[in-house]
């Protein structure tokens, strides 16, 4: 059977299509058949592919923000070439590590990263790729500030919720929704060189 938004051929058993993330209903939700329906409040993104159009539609994902500690500061007492390649190497391997684990980064703001996972592609396992991510990166960044010489740490947040996704969208603007802004407050109160879970 296909999944009843995308047309995707559905794996016997899943929970999630793996082609645009539409929670199916199962057997035991609906009464019958592996496949029934998307769940209440998904848009059927026809437009996406038909008119090059994105449409949006309500997707369970999870978000990661992640920001380097006292960076500012950093930045003031160091050579802006310095700086440059700091930030560099911290944005080539922080998309490295995302990827690794099936997720898509959002957004650079700064020395902050959004990254995000079961858009536009979902996992069953998508909660813990984000956390293993994040502790991927927390451990990742002091190594990248010991080869320049620089003490530094990151934090991060993770939150899986309910958001707005804009299917066909592509990077920033992809997501939105509170629970977008509830992850970047997780972040804000993580301790340095820890991940905050919600």
Same mark, same amino acid.
């Given at each position: ?25 199962? +057997?035991?939700? /609906?009464?019958? !058949? ?7 409040? @998904?848009?059927? &993104?026809?437009? =996406? *592919? ?61 020395? +902050?990263?959004? /990254?995000?996972? !079961? ?7 998508? @909660?813990?790729? &984000?956390?293993? =991510? *994040? ?64």
């Amino acid at each position: 059977m296909g999944c009843p938004t995308c047309g995707a051929p559905i794996v016997p058993g899943a929970r999630f299509c793996g082609n645009c993330g539409t929670r199916l209903a199962t +057997a035991d939700d /609906a009464g019958a !058949g592996t496949v029934a329906k998307p769940t209440e409040g @998904a848009a059927v &993104a026809h437009g =996406a *592919a038909a008119g090059g159009t994105s449409a949006t539609e309500r997707r369970v994902v999870n978000v990661l923000f992640a920001d380097l500690v006292g960076f500012t500061t950093i930045s003031a007492s160091r050579d802006p070439e310095t700086i440059r390649e700091l930030q560099s190497r911290y944005f080539e391997r922080t998309r490295e590590i995302v990827g690794r684990y099936g997720g898509v980064v959002e957004k650079f703001i700064g020395d +902050a990263v959004m /990254a995000l996972w !079961g858009a536009p592609t979902a996992h069953e396992d998508d @909660a813990e790729r &984000a956390v293993r =991510a *994040a502790l991927d990166l927390v451990e990742m960044v002091p190594v990248i500030g010991r080869a320049m010489d620089i003490d530094l740490q990151l934090r991060a947040g993770v939150l899986t919720g309910e958001a707005a996704v804009s299917v066909g969208s592509e990077s920033e603007g992809m997501v939105t929704g509170d629970m977008v802004n509830t992850a970047s407050r997780l972040q804000s109160a993580a301790s340095p060189g820890t991940v905050l879970v919600g």
